[in-house]
Antibody, heavy 113, light 107 residues
Framework: EVQLVESGGGLVQPGGSLRLSCAAS????????MNWVRQAPGKGLEWVSYITSSGSTIYYADSVKGRFTISRDNAKNSLYLQMNSLRAEDTAVYYC??????WGQGTLVTVSS | IVMTQSPATLSVSPGERATLSCRAS??????LAWYQQKPGQAPRLLIY???TRATGVPARFSGSGSGTEFTLTISSLQSEDFAVYYC??????????FGQGTKVEVK
């Protein structure tokens, strides 16, 4: 069974940093591209970042470019999102997703003083 | 590409038909997906390729359209179908873009 479990969310002050993790199991992680998608409270879905299976190609939404870094460790079956210079508007539930079909349960990031 | 869903809220009685619309600001061919999201849960893929049901999705869900106009139809609403529905284009990416959602509520 495919499982994606996010962790690392929490309360952080504006300008601070946070690193999200997504632990994958039930499939060959190293064979699949991955995404981060976020959802602000009461709002819709916003794609954040994409990484190929090898990590050779990476894309970011304009709203996070230069502040967020996606990475993966295929040996650890893990996906990461390093978030720096956090803003109030980054407050959201962050989901990792394998393609369109498999999503984690999300981890809440709250940026507030 | 901007995805626009209508209506924002759809009030439907159980057993009735629900029709949700999604319009793309430019053609996305058939590279359109529909998701269902319930409170506190992750989105669930219902439809991809504009009209192909994902594994395990009941036959009462159907998708149609191509280019810029798409429709999700729920033929006979069940209690578990009351949720928010999002369309998403994956033709021209990055970025994936989502519609703002349609909430299907009990009339």
């Amino acid at each position: 069974e495919v499982q994606l479990v996010e962790s690392g969310g929490g309360l952080v002050q504006p300008g601070g940093s946070l690193r999200l993790s997504c632990a994958a199991s039930g499939f060959t992680f190293s064979s699949y591209e991955m995404n981060w998608v976020r959802q602000a409270p009461g709002k819709g879905l916003e794609w954040v970042s994409y990484i190929t299976s090898s990590g050779s190609t990476i894309y970011y939404a304009d709203s996070v470019k230069g502040r967020f870094t996606i990475s993966r460790d295929n040996a650890k079956n893990s996906l990461y999102l390093q978030m720096n210079s956090l803003r109030a508007e980054d407050t959201a539930v962050y989901y990792c997703a394998r393609g369109r079909n498999y999503w984690g349960q999300g981890t809440l990031v709250t940026v507030s003083s | 590409i901007v995805m626009t869903q209508s209506p924002a809220t759809l009030s439907v009685s159980p057993g009735e038909r629900a029709t949700l619309s999604c319009r793309a600001s430019q053609s996305v061919s058939s590279n359109l997906a529909w998701y269902q999201q319930k409170p506190g849960q992750a989105p669930r893929l219902l439809i991809y390729g504009a009209s192909t049901r994902a594994t395990g999705v009941p036959a009462r869900f159907s998708g149609s359209g191509s280019g810029t106009e798409f429709t999700l139809t729920i033929s006979s609403l069940q209690s578990e179908d009351f949720a928010v529905y999002y369309c998403q284009q994956y033709n021209n990416w990055p970025p994936w873009t989502f519609g703002q959602g349609t909430k299907v509520e009990v009339k």
